[in-house]
C-alpha cells in the first residue's frame, strides 16, 4: 500500500527524532481535514465524509486510541505505527504524512516545479484520449480547450460534472474499460483517501502518462514513482493557523488557495522529461 510505504520512508528519514513530534491541533472539516504538529509544519488532505458516516467505527463510543479526543499531543510516531483502523484514522494518518514530508520535497531529492499548474509541465499536442478519474474543475476546462481529445471523466456522482459536461461522464465501476486505453490519465488524490489508488494506477497502459494531483498527495511520492506516476502534483502548507480555521469553518480546496494558505508543488523523479 502506497501510505504504508511512505510511512516507513517517513520513519527512516527522521529516524529517532520522529518520536518527539507530537500533534498540536487537527481539523476533521466537511471538505478537507487538517492537522498542525508541534515543529509547526502542516498539512491537508481531502475529508472522505461519505466513507466516515459509513464506517461504524467513526461513531463508536468505545473510542481506541489515538482517536477523535485523542489526537492531541499524540506522537506522530504513534500515528504512523497504528494499524489500519477508522475510516478517521486512516485519514488522520494520511494528514500526518504530508505534514511531515516537506522537509525532505527538495531539489536534491527530485525535480521540482512550483508554482505552476501540473499540465503546463506536458505536452498538451501528444494527449489523444484522457481518463480523468475525478471532475477536476480547471484541469478539465484545459483539456476542453485542446482539438481533437477524447475526453471521460470518470466519477461516482454525475452532478459533479457541469451539464455541458455530461458528455464526459463515465460511472467509476467502468473505470477498468476506459482507463487502459488512454495516453493521459489524471487521478485525483482522493483516491488515497478512500483507498482506490492502487487499484486505479494498476488499470492504466505502462505506456501511458499518469498524473495524481490534489492536496492529498502530498506526501513524499517515492512509492507513487514506484507504480509508474510521471507527476505528483501536491500542495505545501504555508500558513497552517490560517488553513486549520478556514477547515474548521467549512472551507474547502478553493478557500485555502484564495487565502494563500497553500502553494502549488509539482514534482517528478530526477532526470525526468515531459
Do not use: W
Amino acid at each position: 500500500m502506497i501510505v504504508d510505504e511512505t510511512a516507513d520512508i517517513i520513519r527512516e528519514l527522521y529516524g529517532k527524532y520522529l518520536k518527539h513530534i507530537t500533534i498540536e491541533r487537527m481539523v476533521i472539516g466537511i471538505f478537507f481535514a487538517g492537522v498542525k504538529l508541534s515543529t509547526g509544519s502542516g498539512g491537508v488532505s481531502y475529508t472522505p465524509a461519505a466513507d466516515i458516516h459509513g464506517d461504524p467505527r467513526c461513531g463508536s463510543m468505545s473510542l481506541a486510541k489515538p482517536g477523535p479526543g485523542s489526537f492531541q499531543g499524540t506522537p506522530v510516531s504513534e500515528i504512523l505505527d497504528a494499524s489500519e483502523g477508522s475510516t478517521i484514522l486512516n485519514t488522520v494518518r494520511l494528514i500526518v504524512l504530508n505534514a511531515l514530508s516537506p522537509l525532505f520535497l527538495t531539489e536534491n531529492r527530485y525535480k521540482i516545479m512550483g508554482d505552476c499548474d501540473v499540465l503546463d509541465n506536458i505536452d498538451l499536442t501528444s494527449i489523444k484520449r484522457v481518463a480523468m478519474v475525478g471532475a477536476i474543475g480547471p484541469l478539465l476546462t484545459r483539456f476542453k480547450g485542446l482539438s481533437g481529445v477524447e475526453i471521460h471523466v470518470i466519477e461516482k456522482k454525475k452532478q459533479s460534472l457541469r451539464k455541458d459536461e455530461l458528455k464526459y461522464y463515465v460511472p467509476s465501476e467502468n473505470a477498468g474499460e476506459i482507463i487502459p486505453l488512454c495516453d493521459t490519465v489524471v487521478i485525483t488524490g482522493a483516491t488515497v483517501a478512500n483507498g482506490s489508488i492502487d487499484e486505479l494506477l494498476g488499470l492504466a497502459d505502462p505506456a501511458a502518462r499518469v498524473i495524481v494531483t490534489g492536496p492529498t498527495v502530498s506526501f513524499l511520492p517515492d512509492a507513487l514513482f514506484k507504480r509508474h506516476v510521471d507527476i505528483v502534483s501536491g500542495t505545501v502548507v504555508t500558513d497552517v493557523d490560517r488553513a486549520l480555521n478556514i477547515l474548521a469553518e467549512g472551507g474547502g480546496a478553493y478557500h485555502l488557495f484564495h487565502t494563500s494558505c497553500l502553494r502549488k508543488i509539482n514534482i517528478m523523479e530526477k532526470g525526468a522529461g515531459n
